[in-house]
């Protein structure tokens, strides 16, 4: 079974349209992150959410949208998509409770490509 | 974002060498370190983490913490080519039962071992 997943793999599309991804998590975890990694493989926090309540979000821009329906999904909506957005998107969960051990598992991530 | 620095490479060590790498990071409410490795065009996954000031030993690897030093680094005894990959560092700060655990990733060191 798969512990995080991500739909799609990878995305391609235009300038200025509007996206989704998905990700859903099968660990029972509590917290879910979206991260940014650009093409110098650094990993950017973007948001985490903790039972479904935004804890972080990092300077991301407002075309950006997380949306947790419950503690196993969280969505990333991005509008009027910009060059600079192309990247890869991991998802990531963690046990709640904040223990100092948590790891973080992470999904196969999506590669977008903005043209 | 929180400050987590790496040398980014890239890093060459023979096979059967060992491999150091290290990270600093700028927020003394960090908690706990962990050690992600991963391949090209692979989601990170994990190594180890350290908690505690000192060294903790698993296998070929070592992770080494110094609090006082905001520094913890990553010794890989015996290096072989499939250890060939980028290794993130990532910090663990003040996590809570209400904010879960908030990582911060570090810019990642790329390590290459020649065969």
């Known amino acids: 079974d798969t512990a995080v997943s991500q739909t799609p793999k990878y995305l391609v599309t235009q300038m200025g349209n509007d996206k989704s991804i998905k990700c859903e998590q099968n660990?029972?975890?509590?917290?879910m992150y979206w991260y940014k990694q650009d093409s110098k493989k650094f990993l950017k926090i973007m948001f985490s959410y903790n039972n479904k309540e935004l804890i972080i979000n990092e300077t991301v821009p407002n075309r950006f949208s997380p949306k947790s329906p419950d503690k196993a999904h969280l969505n990333l909506h991005i509008n009027s998509l910009e060059l600079g957005d192309s990247a890869v998107y991991f998802c990531?969960?963690?046990?709640?409770?904040?223990?100092?051990?948590?790891?973080?598992?992470f999904g196969p991530g999506t590669r977008l490509t903005v043209l | 974002q929180k400050e987590v620095e790496q040398n980014s490479g890239p890093l060459s060590v023979p096979e059967g060498a060992i491999a150091s790498l290290n990270c600093t990071y700028s927020d003394r409410g960090s908690q706990s370190f962990f050690w992600y490795r991963q391949y090209s065009g692979k989601s990170p996954e994990l190594i180890m983490f350290i908690y505690s000031n000192g060294d903790k030993e698993d296998g070929r690897f070592t992770a080494q913490l110094n609090k006082a030093s905001q520094y913890v680094s990553l010794l890989i005894r015996d290096s072989q080519p499939s250890d060939s990959a980028t290794y993130l560092c990532?910090?663990?700060?003040?996590?809570?039962?209400?904010?879960?655990?908030?990582?911060?990733f570090g810019t990642g060191t790329s390590l290459t071992v020649i065969p």
């Open positions: 990532a910090v663990n700060i003040a996590p809570s039962s209400n904010t879960g655990n908030q990582f911060y």
């Open positions: 660990l029972g975890h509590d917290t």
């Open positions: 990531a969960s963690s046990q709640g409770q904040g223990a100092i051990y948590n790891e973080q598992f």
